[in-house]
C-alpha cells in the first residue's frame, strides 16, 4: 500500500470486514509497526479514536479526560477547562461529572472523541467514529473534524456506510483486502446541497426534522435558507419532502467537501 495525507486532508479508508483499515490506522498512530514497508513524516502531536473504547472504569468523564490531558502536557486547569468545553458541546448525557462505568455506548464513544482533541492534532484518526453516536452528535463531530483540517491537521477515518465517507471526506480510499488501493478518488461524488427558501409569497413552510429523512447527512441554517446535503440516491425524494411542506428550491448542486488550507507544520504521512 502506497498512502500519503498531508496537512488539511480528510481522508476516508472503505472496504469489507477484514480488508484491513483498522489495521492500517493502527500502524499510522504508532499502535503497530507495518510487518514491511516504513511510515514516515507521522506528526508528534496525534488523537486517535479505536473503534472500541473501554469505559468502565470509576473515574468521572472529566477526572478521566483531565487525567489525560495531564499525560499530555497540559496543566490541570486547561485540561478540565478544555475537557468540559468539549463534552458541553458534544451533550453529554449526565454531564461531564457522570461516572464512565454508567455511559451508554454513543455516550463513551463522545468521551474518546473528547481525549483525542484534547491537545489540537496534526493528525487525527478516527475508526468508525459516528458509531452509536445521535443524530444530534454527528453535526458536532463533524464540525470538529473540519475544524481540525481549517487548521492545519489531517484527519483520516473509516466507516462502513458509503454516504458518510462521500459526505466528510476530501477523498476515498478503498482497501480490497490485499494490501492495496484499488479506488482512489474525491469525496463528494455521490452528494448534492439542496438550498431551500421560503416562497416569495411569504407563506411559512411547515418545519421538517431535516435530520430524521433518509439520505440527509448535513442541515445548515443561514438567514432564511436551509442547506442540506443529500445523498444523490435521495435527492428525489428530499426534494419531493420540501416542495409538499411548503419549501422553494433555490439551487440543487454537486457537493464537495471543504478542503482546509496546508500549513508549514502539515508535512505529508506516508
Do not use: C
Not at 426534522?209 to 440516491?233: F, I, K, M, T, Y
Amino acid at each position: 500500500m502506497d498512502l500519503e495525507v498531508s496537512s488539511g486532508d480528510v481522508v476516508a479508508l472503505v472496504g469489507g470486514n477484514g480488508s484491513g483499515k483498522s489495521t492500517l490506522l493502527r500502524i499510522l498512530v504508532g499502535l503497530t509497526r507495518p510487518t514491511t514497508g516504513r511510515v514516515s513524516g507521522r506528526p508528534r502531536r496525534i488523537g486517535y479514536v479505536p473503534d472500541r473504547f473501554t469505559a468502565h472504569d470509576r473515574l468521572t468523564a472529566l477526572s478521566y479526560l483531565t487525567h489525560m490531558g495531564r499525560i499530555r502536557g497540559m496543566p490541570a486547569s486547561a485540561a478540565r477547562a478544555r475537557a468540559e468545553h468539549l463534552l458541553e458541546r458534544l451533550s453529554l448525557v449526565g454531564g461531564a461529572r457522570a461516572s464512565l462505568r454508567t455511559l451508554s455506548k454513543g455516550n463513551a464513544q463522545k468521551v474518546a472523541v473528547a481525549q483525542a482533541l484534547l491537545v489540537r492534532p496534526d493528525l487525527l484518526v478516527l475508526d468508525e467514529p459516528w458509531s452509536g453516536l445521535e443524530a444530534s452528535a454527528h453535526g458536532v463531530l463533524t464540525e470538529l473534524i473540519d475544524e481540525v483540517a481549517a487548521q492545519g491537521g489531517a484527519v483520516v477515518f473509516t466507516d462502513h456506510r458509503e454516504a458518510i465517507t462521500e459526505a466528510h471526506a476530501t477523498s476515498v480510499h478503498r482497501l480490497d483486502g490485499n494490501g492495496h488501493v484499488t479506488v482512489h478518488h474525491g469525496g463528494g461524488d455521490l452528494l448534492i446541497d439542496v438550498v431551500l427558501t421560503v416562497p416569495t409569497t411569504g407563506d411559512r413552510p411547515a418545519e421538517v426534522n431535516w435530520p430524521a429523512q433518509p439520505g440527509v447527512l448535513d442541515v445548515v441554517r443561514r438567514s432564511g435558507e436551509v442547506v442540506l446535503r443529500v445523498a444523490r440516491e435521495h435527492s428525489d425524494a428530499t426534494l419531493l419532502t420540501a416542495l409538499r411542506h411548503g419549501w422553494s428550491v433555490v439551487s440543487v448542486i454537486g457537493a464537495v467537501p471543504a478542503k482546509g488550507p496546508r500549513s508549514d507544520a502539515g508535512r505529508a504521512l506516508s
